[in-house]
């Protein structure tokens, strides 16, 4: 009996483990490819990593749109992450992991366009698909970092979980107005990848008509993107934008201005730039990609600027991202769309004035001043007047903490939650759903100084689930809070609608749908979620009403005209108060009918 019974237990066994292999391999449009099952909070999911989506853009194909990927005739392991695709690595804060954790984590190299899809195992059917794209600033990126492994969420959530890795830097934007060098690669990178999922992901359990893709900085700018251009508005369902909007100031450039980027750039890695374009992009096929990455920031370096981002390149993008915005001019589909409470600290950390990791950062007031000037270089003198007065604690304009957090909202509300704020808004006058939200969590184990507050980026542990790792060191209400957070993305996804998990299902409304009228918005962190409203209304209105109009009316007024007006106005203001105090002295002398004494 016992001899029977181990055999049976053995071939039962040998039958799982064929059963679960069998399960790992998918055929594909391309090919099979075989996944790796992963265990985790009693449940599996099938990894199935660097999964080619198209031909390496090598050689000729440099700086070229992509090129789909061709046919493999052998079982392709999808074991391990493929290449991140070639970038500049942080080396300001050397073995400091705050910045670390975000610098590429695989081999870097121009055989980079793989995609990630995590699968809930045994295979779903006709699953929801959450498509994540990184962000990055356009330079660097990679869909390999532990912030982003779709593991958990699949898992919990029961959800498809896809993620791609895309160009970036000049290898992914480079901008020359050419056929071989048109702009946008990277973007469209991320096109082929949906389309790459719109043909492949029912083989992972997905529905193709279930599709959110999501992403958070330049990641968020792309889901933007897709959200405007003509190419891509059929390959998914929903979208969720998290800190980055297309009408961001660092999200879109001229193709004027990326012309001169490109060839002061190509100037810098000995190019020429007086011969026809063409000669000038073989110049730069030629030049060894480490080399010329290190390049790349000769044009740009100003904070919160990037130094190749999208242009109009008249297919991908067709018009200027504000215009379409104003519009409409964009996918009718339900958004969910939030910021990080302190937007502008980690850029500040990396060469504003008085800015240091290793201080409190508590800066002058020309310190302030100054960095008001570096943080906006697109408007002038009489614009950086306005930013400074609106932004002011004038109880406290000498205080270094004030003007450290003032700083701080320049810049986020500036390059983030303004411009995203206009984005969320215009949907909503569209009559489209809309969720709002401002993330204010800051994680306990978090390494970046406190003053930095809830830094951009730091929403994306908790949306994927790293808190429920204890070896990761968070607290049991970090661990809940993820949760939360994961249901919410992932009730977004299945019903467009935070606080649905499904349309038969009834659940309250915790999270309310912002409208034009009440600009409802929720905040996020361990605590039960607080409504507000905005936010940051007033600031906005600086950024979005008052600020291109001054712009406009003072662009041609000359510097010396400037210090002109500016000694006039002093002047008369002093002269006022004499004329005010001299008036003051004779109806004094008046109402006592005495003579007025002489000066």
Known sequence: MTTGGGVRLVLLSITLSVAVAQRTVIETTTGKVRGKVLNLYGRQVVAFLGIPYAEPPIGPLRFKPPQPAKNWTSVFDAFQYGNSCYQIKDTLFPNFT??????????LSEDCLKINVWMPNPPPADKTVMVWIYGGGFWYGTASLDYYDGKTIAAIENVVVVSMNYRVGSLGFLALGHQDAPGNMGLMDQNLALQWVQKNIAFFGGDPQKVTILGESAGSVSVGYHLLSLKS????????????APNCPWAFITNKEALRRGKAFARAVECPTTVPLDQTIECLRSKPAEYIIAKEWVTSDPIFRFPHVPVIDGTFITEDPKTSIRRGNFKRCNLLAGAVKDEGTFFLIYGAPGFSKQTESLISRSQFLEGVK???????????DAIAFQYTNWLKENDGVSNRDALDDVVGDHNVICPL?????????????????????RASNLVWPKWMGTPHGYEIEFQFGLPLEPKRNYTRDEANFS????????????????????????????WPRYTVSGRQFITLDINPPKLGQGPRIDECALWSEYLPKLTRQTSDISEAERLWKEEFKLWTKQYMEDWKAQYKDYVTYRDQGCPRPSN
Not at 233 to 244: D, H, P, V, Y
Not at 421 to 441: P, T
Not at 489 to 504: C, L, M
């Open 98 to 107: 705050g910045s670390e954790a975000w610098n590429a984590n695989t081999p």
């Open 233 to 244: 508005r059929n390959l998914f369902t929903r979208a969720i934008m998290q800190s980055g």
């Open 374 to 384: 570096m943080s906006v270089p697109e408007t002038n003198s009489f614009g950086v």
């Open 421 to 441: 704020n206009d984005f969320a808004h215009a949907y909503a006058s569209f009559g489209q759903s809309v969720y709002k939200y401002s993330f204010e969590q």
């Open 483 to 510: 949760r939360r957070m994961m249901r919410n993305w992932a009730n977004f996804a299945r019903t467009g609608n935070p606080n649905k998990e499904s349309f038969q299902t009834y659940s309250q409304e915790l």
